[in-house]
């Protein structure tokens, strides 16, 4: 099974995941998936007031806001 890499969890025509999206370029990140919670119970449970959040292979998570540094010392 191959490495799934980072996951951004956001929402549709949300702000501030535009803006996470931007810091994530910033950072110059890895390749990572994009993970919608609209309509999944359990992701709108987990991350709902949170996202965006942005979660490594590892599981560790980053929640909004975030920065470039962050980003990075988290993919790093």
């Known amino acids: 099974m191959t490495d799934p890499g980072p996951i951004l969890y956001q929402r549709d025509d949300c702000h501030l995941c535009d803006l996470a999206l931007d810091v994530l370029a910033e950072a110059r990140a890895p390749a990572f998936a994009s993970v919608f919670i609209d309509g999944d119970a359990a992701l709108e449970t987990r991350y709902?007031?949170?996202?965006?959040?942005?979660?490594?292979v590892a599981g560790r998570e980053l929640d909004w806001?975030?920065?470039?540094?962050?980003?990075?010392?988290?993919l790093g």
Do not use: I
């Open 48 to 56: 709902g007031t949170r996202v965006p959040v942005l979660r490594d």
């Open 65 to 74: 806001p975030f920065d470039a540094v962050a980003v990075r010392r988290l």
